[in-house]
């Protein structure tokens, strides 16, 4: 029997998205949190991309120190033999890749506007996969962009060839959201028995249903025969409507009626990290969590009506599937509602030394402290908010990793 794997994309897909962005520092607690959540991979970023490239190096050193183990780091590219040689001399130490390029006739005629057909995408694919294992990759996804307005002769056709040039995985993405949980089990069952490699699921909300095709589309995969992969986001942020919701995509796989019995995780997820980890990115990037958000909404677990409350307050069974401690709520948060010393981006050493000596860090001197405010106020400048708990702590512990993280140079 098939297992179900995460692959969290909110460093990629997330990041990508109109009006929202993270700092380098973020990007990094976003993986570190993955990683104690029991996520298998990270999409850590575009290794093509000369901005990203300190900070992909860094978290790949983080992974070598052992502080991003076991999850794996996988960036994203376009299916071009350029761009597969442009990642490995950017990012040398990079393993775990994702090369894209689209399926669909919509798209193959639309962007490339009659220069090329399915012939030429076929052999695009098949050269940036041969040009990956020549750099050295150690696993390939290769993504079919839009694949839901694919025929399914020519996905097959596309994952078969994919497969014989030695990738690992074939992306499944319904990347406009046009599938429904039938559509997509049906063809990622014909996919798994056809092609014979894991499938990922690559999902979005436009109509609304991003969780339940991940969910029905790895069923699909593992009564095919094959291990699913979902790309989740956490609070479900990603382009446009978004994609499938980290934890709403875990509950549903732990709770719906069922499901859990037959469809299993290859490595435990550790749901009580769920609330820490939304908190953080909804921070971090500055949106706020639905009230009505599965699981971790301020309402989840709200109960106000006669019936309903009295029921709850009988049997939380009544009214609620699980609990919320399962999801790690439930401890009191401390807000500080009277004189508050904050770092930022003009810190200075006094107030500083206050902040962390409320976090018990201690320095070994003055000029200790200095550096590690001085990486702080670089930190703050990048993310032009205070810094929560955790990145001090960071900062304060991996000095040289943060400022590999804090620089950014262009035109060098
Ligand atoms: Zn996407």
């Not at 669909?104 to 098949?126: C, H, P, T, V, Y």
């Not at 409320?358 to 810094?387: G, S």
């Amino acid at each position: 029997m098939g297992r179900i794997y995460l692959i969290d994309v909110t460093n990629r897909d997330g990041v990508q998205t109109a009006r929202l962005g993270l700092s380098k520092l973020a990007k990094t607690m976003i993986n570190i949190y993955l990683n104690e959540m029991g996520v298998f991979q990270s999409e850590f970023g575009f290794p093509t991309t000369r901005h990203e490239s300190n900070y992909l190096r860094a978290n790949l050193e983080l992974q070598e120190m052992g502080v991003l183990q076991p999850i794996h780091l996988g960036g994203w590219l376009r299916a071009t033999t350029e761009d597969v040689e442009k990642a490995f001399e950017l990012v040398p130490g990079i393993k775990d890749i994702n090369i894209s390029i689209s399926t669909s006739r919509q798209m193959i005629n639309g962007k490339f506007q009659g220069a090329k057909g399915e012939k030429d995408i076929l052999l695009m694919a098949s050269e940036a996969i041969d040009a990956a294992r020549a750099c050295g990759a150690q696993t390939i996804g290769v993504n079919a962009e839009d694949a839901s307005r694919t025929d399914d002769d020519f996905l097959v056709k596309f994952g078969t060839l994919a497969r014989e040039r030695g990738a690992d995985r074939l992306r499944y993405c319904d990347t406009l959201g046009y599938d429904n949980p039938f559509t997509i089990y049906n063809v990622c069952k014909l996919l798994a028995q056809e092609v014979g490699i894991p499938v990922e699921l690559h999902t979005h909300g436009d109509l609304g249903m991003a969780v339940a095709n991940s969910v029905a589309g790895a069923m699909g995969v593992i009564d095919g025969g094959q291990d699913a992969y979902i790309n989740t986001t956490i609070n479900g942020i990603g382009e446009r409507a978004g994609n499938a919701d980290l934890v709403a995509v875990v509950l549903a796989l732990k709770k719906s009626k069922g499901l859990a019995r037959k469809y299993r995780f290859g490595r435990p997820i550790r749901l009580s990290k769920a609330w820490k980890i939304c908190k953080y990115a909804s921070y971090a990037f500055n949106v706020p969590i639905p009230i009505n958000q599965p699981g971790v909404g301020a309402n989840a677990f709200a109960h106000a009506s006669g019936i309903h409350a009295d029921g709850v307050l009988k049997d939380p069974e009544n009214y609620e599937l699980y609990d919320f401690k399962e999801l790690g709520r439930g401890e009191p948060e401390m807000v500080e509602t009277g004189r508050e010393i904050a770092s930022g981006e003009y810190s200075g050493i006094s107030g500083f030394r206050h902040v962390m000596g409320k976090m018990d860090i201690e320095f070994a001197d003055r000029e200790d402290a200095e550096e590690i405010l001085e990486l702080a106020r670089y930190a703050n400048v990048l993310a032009q908010q205070p810094l929560v708990a955790d990145e001090l702590y960071f900062i304060a512990k991996y000095p040289e990793i943060t400022r590999k993280l804090l620089t950014l140079t262009p035109l060098a």
